[in-house]
């Protein structure tokens, strides 16, 4: 049954690897970079369904994270290319095995300051005060306009990556692969983890958690942090595919369409978050060509996924795939 | 007597203009079920909730084994021995029985900040927890979801999970409530075999079960502790039958 598994997973993997060849063959050259953007939304959203699915914390502000990993590149690379370093403290850099880190360490001390304070709340005010926040981090990179401000900043060249070349569609593609698997892989991890069951307890009953001796808010504090980290690897990427970070990235339409992504795909799955990006960016490339409006197809698909599949996309297939 | 478990002294609590705990004086002894009965709106509910941290009192102090417990989180005070079961049950409906248990058990190890062993291959854990199970005879349920067990199942299983926290002090908040004659029983005599393992205090509706557990009885009747005795004593108090037993079921 494990062997069975591991199998599926090492086909899957292998099939995707294929993809740029396929792409190519079949005359898609565009399928690739599709791919890449779903992967790197696939690794923003399952991290926020870390804190939304499994944590039941329904954050509205996981795009600051998301935003924060970006700039975290884009100023780093901005210090690396001017040659002054950053507060005239740290000096920039363009290795992405420090950049990608200090994304993460950077996003993840934002979650956890965000996170101390939002998590006084639940509920609405949750969701409303993880908003605000997100909000008030966006506002901050509109006016910050040595970084770019309300145009963003322009990464000119991609990271430095043992020697490889990170504007190669193909490999920046491969690369996010990679850390797609590693994201899975330590969410399969820690959700399976007693760290991981002590969450999952938290979202079905706090009253009952505190009952047998658990601190709701130091565990909840800890996985929206991790949540926050995930989603600022993956602004990390992003900035790297785009070379290029904005605003936008922060805006709270973007936490709202990782929160689609992970509705979409799957609340509180691993694979789910990952399938609802795929669907969220084909659907978006497919009906953004033919009509502005977008958006409001995009909304009854959301409408029909929620009413009918019991579970998101990944419910459905497993569903369809029994029969 | 030797020194009490739980001691509480002048506990009191209001909501408004509402006296839900007047200079309540409790005191529960090693070994004892103490029962604490009384008409509905006496203050038992809040009472227990006092006890265990979720809500603060006005005046007054607890103290547990001679430690004091004021300004203390219901998480620590579960540390500390303090261990309850609801009188609505509250378990958590998307995890089986026995992963119900085993979460009580793993933070009675200490922190849950492991973050990469898979919990459920970790056959140690399955162990302790499936013994606590056994307690109440709940073991052949064990890989049953929560939402599907049957209602009396869901009390022993509230048991079970208090258990798992090695209590010195049970706070059992109408456990008979909704059971039906034969669980009922069988209830009474889970609790009775409890009795050497921790202290119980035992809020409870059912005179049945009150007066075939309990050592002692304290009445609660608007906030106040009217009487305090043997069974024997509580049930001819002329006080108590007027304010209580005689209302109700005679």
Known sequence: MRDARAWVIAALLAALAALPWIAETIGQPALTGMMTRALIYGIAAASLNLALGYGGMVSFGHAAFFGIGAYTVGILYAHHSSGEPFLGLVPGTDRLVLTIPAAMLVSGAMAALIGALSLRTSGVQFIMI????????????????????????????????????LRDKAVMYWLCLAFAAATLFVLHRVVNSRFGMAIAGLRQSERRMRAIGLHPWRYRLAAFTLSGMGAGLAGGLMANYLRFASPDMLHWTKSGELMIMVILGGVGTLIGPFLGAFAFIALESSLAARTEHWPLVLGLILLLVVLWTRGGLRALILRLGRR | MSAPVLQVRGLSKRFGGLTASD??????????????????????????AQLCGEISQDAGTIHLDGEPLAGLPPASRTALGIARTFQITDLLPDFTAVENVALAVQIRDGHSFRL????????????????????????DRADILVASLSHGEAKLL??????????????????????????????IETLRALKSRAAILLVEHDMDAVFSLADRVSVLVYGRII???????????????????GEGDG
């Open chain 1, 130 to 165: 993880t908003l605000a926040f997100a909000q008030m981090l966006f506002f901050l990179f509109v006016s910050l306009s040595a970084y770019g401000g309300d145009d963003g900043l322009i990464i000119r060249r991609a990271n430095e990556f043992m020697g490889l070349n």
């Open chain 2, 23 to 48: 200079a309540i004086d409790l005191a529960v002894a090693p070994g004892e079920i103490h029962a604490l009965i009384g008409p509905n709106g006496a203050g038992k509910t809040t009472l227990i």
């Open chain 2, 227 to 245: 009487a305090t005795g043997t069974v024997a004593r509580i049930r001819d108090d002329p006080a108590v039958r007027d304010a209580y037993l």
């Open chain 2, 158 to 187: 509230e048991l079970a999970v208090a258990l798992a926290t090695d209590p010195r002090l049970l706070l059992l908040d109408e456990p008979m409530a909704g059971l039906g004659p034969t669980e009922s029983a069988a209830m």
């Open chain 2, 116 to 139: 990469f062993r898979d919990v459920r291959r970790d056959a140690d854990l399955r162990a302790r927890a499936l013994a606590h199970l056994a307690t109440v005879e709940l073991v």
